[in-house]
């Protein structure tokens, strides 16, 4: 946020809060530990609005359900805003002090009337003017969200949407008020903050801050790039170009992963050479020319996982890794051993001490013993005795104006639809989503027994069930402009008509990223998951053909 | 929130019962619009807060399904989870705390029929073996079922049946014969017109009123004069001019009587009245609520009873005065479900009281708002527990609350409450008519003011008396036309009190001076044994009635009770472990831990009552054999 890479506030707020609106994140299914503190806060007498074109799980705990069509949140957001100044409600102090940009900002949300965002978002005005008033009313408000937010061709423009909101009312850099962006796993944040981010060096530095890589170049005895490399999404389309010849995957399922898999998967297989490392025999490790098997970090080896409030903990080996299987950075060490380099065979500690004397903003201050004896620290945290930081962006409320620093940013941002337009012949628009007890593509969950899980399914609208003559279980063909694949129906009350879900939980009985939609957003690189246009055609006679075509994962 | 339910879905009838109650609970509209009727879908409860704050409309629901269905169907109980936003397994855990709730498919006509202390020697055993011989074993039967009952709070009238009726109003029979209970059972007589009427002469159950009303009573000085059906009887009978006086001298001057007067409070615990009224009047937090505990249901009880049946305006009006005295804009009335008549006269009086405006926005024009709910037990002794009571209330089990902190701080929905006893109530009346002052002087000490007594058993005349504080026992026995037959002792204080030999009679009712004898008031019960009656078998039917009634949620009370009766019971059969020596010295063992260790008064006092008998001899071999 502003900069840094990091929800805002941490996950106790959300227990002090007045007002808490998840948007795109059903987080009661698929951020059970978070919702807690959501649950605690609706104890505490909180409100919660959920945001999200189905009416989740989430939604049965919300006291207003904002029920959009896929795709339209920008609109949304400024309709929001716009209702918010039309009704002198903005946080004049704050947009004054902190921000800049609000006159643009203005001009560019002035035509999103409640009218208009009833019309482009089919959320009723009411309901729009509703949230509009308790978000800029509320003392303390926290903003969260996940996928359906980032899984969309402009996914950046979604989070600017946002964080304009959030500007707009002084939601921010104060205790109870934030943004949370939630990640999807327990380490999706120490993943970005270590550099997995091309433009990003560990720590959060940009890669062109010239001191910060002169630093880096010295400590790793190696010249940098200031030029960032690619991200997943470019380096298929560098495959396709025929530049990207050879990968090493750690830890990732592209073959299964990837929107618009059927393409992927082509790529994949006309590489030179790919190598991948992974706990699991995922659905990519078989189309690869070496296989290391590697421990699972969360319990054969030690290490760090930073969670969505930035807070570093320690993880602890518990068991011994099976077979042959060794901690991914042994693997990498010895690989950079053979080819000729001196990396010996450091322990994660070393590692960790190495990354604290280069990233002296936000980790420098965290030893190994501290986040043994202080249960983790939230970044920054430059010093020894710094004590992390639980909320950032305070300095935005300093009345020193050399302390508050650089002020916040409006990015006006405009609603653009899904690319996957809808169309006579693909009338339906189908979204992914995620449930409680599988995690993506099934590589970590589905060698697992669970007493809640259902069957993958195309999951549709009563109404549209009727309207195509479809029964409960029937087999179904979904056709996108990108392929096809069989899976049964499944009415499901979560869904309006018109709107359709499947997971991509179960690559073994449906194939789901054969059809999901590759476009990417230019500015943080992830695919259209989130609106993919269907029509959902009859089958003849029932037919298994798709199953098996896959291994299973986790078996 | 989000439910996960089985595939039983509730038919309309069920769904007419629960939507009857959540609609008239929200009056009409919700406070998010749409939820107010049925509901969209079945997947689906509405959501938020105000979804969420319906839970306290369990118990009623759940009434009003077992009230019109006959018995409570899964089905019914995934539709209360929906329309309520509880989960399933706590509906199913209130459902199956209560006695006059079934889970299973049941009769659509239950006889319950009272074989407790009281009525068990008195022919409840003989009605329970004649309806035996009729209907079959007790719980079975298509039409009609019997099934045996704790005390139903008809003592003086032994013995006492309740029939339970599908789609039609309860009503109670008392005294009742075999013939009469099945002919009532198969839809004959009078109903619940005719079986209401025969409770119409008050001097049956309280022969101190009625045609032969004696001067002095200030309890009961309405019952039996004044028509309990009539809020224009009441007000020409002297009703409202307490709270007239209330509202003159505002709320602080009411609480200073009522401090003054002593008035403690006669639910059995004794706690000063003014203390508890001030410590909620002066609690920062709000709302504060006022519950009246009418949960009347201690073996041998019966006196609020007959104030609720015969005086139900006085306890309305007790009531606001209570709620303007220390800020409460809503009362809840708790009363036993086993008590439909004075339930319809409560009603009544509700109703009427809200039309006329002595309930309301503005109570007589006077600016302050209080209304008032009565809410409804459903079989469960445990509830009479102040802290079970308002868990009752919010619709979970009846289970006690550790304590601190006390009602006064943290009570109903976790707000300061003030909760009292009928009786209590019927005393703030007396306070406000004759001054603090002049009420203290009645009686002294702690035992200020006039007190009922229940009297039972062996005596000439059964039924409530009510005495000035200080009354001896052989004075309040006399009363009662004296004792029938050898007295051998008597039991005061209730199931949860003590035994008094009859060389104490001479002891002065008070709280001091059956302290002094190892006594205590309680309840206000005199249950008067002569020498007839096996102790054994008594105590044993009180373990009984301990053992079915402990809520199972602390180990020495659940425990104790069952092993308490157990070696009761191997006592009357002869079949002692050791001799009767050791089976006493283990009663006195039992005793000692559930008094010390159990989280609530209905643990703390199972024992007592055996630990008395005990100490007095009267379970010493060859007593009463």
């Known amino acids: 946020m502003f900069g840094a890479g990091g929800g805002t506030s941490s996950y106790i707020e959300a227990e002090h809060a007045d007002l808490v609106v998840l948007w795109g994140s059903n987080a009661r299914e698929t951020h059970p530990i978070f919702f807690h503190h959501v649950l605690q806060g609706l104890r505490n007498g909180a409100r919660m609005y959920s945001v999200d074109p189905r009416r989740t799980s989430t939604v049965q705990w919300a006291d207003g359900w904002l029920g959009l069509d896929v795709g339209t949140d920008i609109a949304l957001a400024n309709s929001i805003a716009r209702e918010i100044i039309a009704a002198g409600l903005h946080n004049t102090s704050f947009i004054e002090r902190a921000t800049t940009g609000f006159e643009d900002y203005r001009r560019t949300v002035e035509p999103y009337t409640l009218a208009r965002g009833e019309e482009l978002t089919k959320v009723p005005a009411a309901m729009i003017r509703e949230l509009a008033h308790a978000y800029a009313r509320a003392d303390r408000a926290q903003l969260c969200w996940t996928l359906g937010i980032t899984e969309h061709h402009n996914a950046a423009d979604y989070v600017f949407a946002l964080i304009n909101l959030a500007l707009l009312t002084g939601h921010v850099g104060r205790y109870g008020s934030g943004l949370c962006p939630l990640r999807g796993q327990n380490n999706v944040q120490g993943g970005g903050d270590m550099g997995a981010i091309p433009a990003k060096l560990p720590g959060g530095y940009d890669l062109r801050d010239d001191e910060a890589r002169a630093r880096y170049e010295r400590a790793w005895d190696a010249t940098l790039s200031p030029k960032p490399g690619m991200h997943l999404s470019q380096m298929f389309e560098a495959m396709e170009r025929k530049e990207l010849r050879a990968l090493y995957c750690i830890g990732e399922n592209p073959a299964e992963s990837e929107a618009n898999a059927t393409h992927a998967r082509k790529m994949l297989t006309g590489l030179d050479h790919l190598v991948v490392q992974d706990i699991f025999r995922t659905a990519t490790a078989e189309l690869a020319d070496v296989v290391l098997p590697s421990a699972a970090d969360w319990c054969e080896y030690e290490g760090t996982v930073t969670n969505s409030e930035r807070r570093v903990q320690r993880v602890r080996k518990a068991i011994d890794p099976p077979g042959l299987a060794r901690p991914d950075s042994h693997i990498i060490c010895e690989i950079a051993n053979r080819m000729g380099h001196d990396w010996g065979q450091p322990t994660a500690e070393q590692v960790w001490d190495e990354l604290r004397s280069v990233s002296l903003n936000w980790h420098h201050g965290m030893s190994y013993q501290r986040l043994e004896s202080e249960g983790g620290l939230q970044w920054p945290c430059p010093t020894l005795d710094h004590p992390g930081t639980p909320l950032m962006h305070a300095r935005l409320w300093a009345t020193d104006p050399a302390e508050r620093g650089t002020p916040a940013p409006f990015t006006p941002v405009e609603h653009v639809p899904p690319l996957d337009a809808l169309a006579p012949d693909f009338p339906i628009r189908l979204t992914t989503v995620r449930n409680l007890d599988n995690y993506n593509s099934g590589v970590q969950t589905g060698g697992y027994s669970s007493p809640l899980r259902r069957r993958e399914a195309l999951r549709i609208d009563a109404t549209d069930a009727a309207e195509l003559g479809l029964e409960e279980g029937e087999v179904v063909r979904i056709v996108s402009r990108r392929g096809s694949v069989l899976a049964p129906i499944s009415v499901d009350p979560a869904l309006r008509p018109g709107l359709a879900s499947i997971t991509p939980h179960f690559t073994e009985q449906v194939d789901t990223n054969v059809i999901t939609n590759d476009a990417w957003d230019p500015k943080s690189g992830t695919s259209e998951f989130k609106a993919a246009a269907i029509r959902i055609e009859k089958v003849p006679a029932p037919t298994t053909e798709q199953a098996a075509q896959l291994p299973v994962a986790g078996q | ?625």
């Open chain 2, 1 to 625: 929130m989000d439910l996960r339910l089985t595939q039983a879905r509730a038919n309309d009838a069920e769904r007419a019962a629960v939507d009857g109650v959540v609609s008239a609970a929200l009056g009409g509209g919700s406070a998010n619009g749409s939820s107010a009727g049925s509901v969209r879908d079945e997947h689906f409860a509405d959501a938020g807060h105000a979804a969420r704050g319906r839970r306290h409309l369990v118990l009623p629901t759940l009434h009003a399904v077992q009230e019109d269905i006959g018995w409570i169907s899964p089905g019914a109980l995934n539709y209360v989870s929906l329309r309520l936003s509880v989960a399933p397994a706590d509906v199913y855990g209130v459902a199956t705390f209560y006695a006059m709730f079934s889970t299973e498919p049941r009769a659509p006509r239950v006889v319950h029929v009272c074989d407790d202390v009281v009525c068990g020697q008195r022919g409840g055993e003989r009605l329970a073996q004649g309806l035996a011989a009729e209907l079959g074993a007790e719980g079975s039967g298509d039409d009609v079922c019997w099934v045996r009952s704790p005390c139903l709070g008809l003592c003086e009238r032994a013995p006492a049946v309740l029939l339970q009726r599908t789609g039609e109003p309860d009503y109670s029979i008392a005294p009742a014969s075999v013939e009469q209970t099945l002919g009532a059972a198969a839809g004959g007589g009078t109903g619940a017109v005719g079986a209401d009427a025969a409770f119409d002469d008050t001097s049956v159950s309280a022969p101190q009123t009625g045609s032969r009303s004696a001067s002095g009573l200030r309890l009961l000085r309405r019952v039996g004069v004044v028509n309990p059906a009539s809020l224009d009887d009441y007000r020409a009978n002297g009703g409202y001019t307490a709270l007239r006086r209330a509202v003159g001298i505002g709320p602080t001057r009411v609480i200073k009587e009522v401090s003054d007067s002593s008035l403690t409070g006669r639910g059995g615990a004794a706690f000063p009245t003014g203390l508890k009224w001030d410590g909620v009047a002066k609690a920062p937090e709000r709302p504060h609520y006022l519950v009246c505990n009418a949960d009347e249901s201690e073996p041998g009880t019966f006196k609020d009873r007959i104030l609720l049946e015969s005086d139900p305006f006085g306890l309305v009006e007790a009531m606001t005065i209570a709620g303007y005295a220390t800020g409460c804009e809503r009362g809840y009335l708790y009363i036993r479900g086993e008590y439909p008549l004075a339930t319809r006269r409560l009603m009544n009086a509700i109703e009427q009281a809200r039309q006329r405006g002595y309930l309301g926005a503005d109570v007589m024009g006077e600016g302050f708002s209080f209304d008032l709910e009565l809410r409804r037990g459903a079989g469960a002794y445990i509830c009479g527990e102040e802290t079970a009571l308002l868990n009752s209330i919010e619709g979970f089990r009846g289970e006690p609350r550790n304590k601190p902190p006390f009602p006064s701080v943290s009570g109903l929905f976790g707000k300061p409450t003030v909760i009292n006893n009928v009786e209590t109530l019927y005393n703030v009346l007396e306070v406000l008519s004759v001054g603090g002052p002049a009420f203290a002087e009645i009686g002294g000490g702690r035992s200020t003011g006039p007190k009922l007594f229940c009297l039972s058993g062996a005596v000439a005349r059964p039924g409530v008396y009510e005495v000035p504080f200080g009354t001896t026992l052989r004075e309040v026995l006399e009363l009662a036309g004296g004792t029938v037959g050898e007295l051998r002792t008597i039991l005061l204080g209730g199931a949860a009190g003590g035994f008094v030999l009859p060389d104490r009679l001479d002891v002065p009712l008070t709280l001091e001076g059956t302290r002094e004898i190892g006594a205590s008031l309680g309840s206000g019960v005199i249950f008067a044994i002569d020498t007839s009656v096996d102790m054994t078998e008594i105590l044993r039917r009180i373990a009984a009635f301990f053992r079915d009634e402990s809520c199972g949620q602390c180990v020495p009370c659940r425990v104790g009770t069952v092993r308490q009766e157990e070696s009761l019971a191997r006592m009357l059969r002869h079949a002692e472990i050791g001799s009767r020596e050791q089976e006493l010295a283990l009663l006195d063992d039992l005793g000692k831990v559930m008094r010390d260790a159990s989280i609530c008064g209905l643990g703390q006092t199972a024992p007592a009552a055996i630990q008395s008998a005990i100490g007095l001899g009267l379970l010493s071999e060859g007593v009463g054999q």
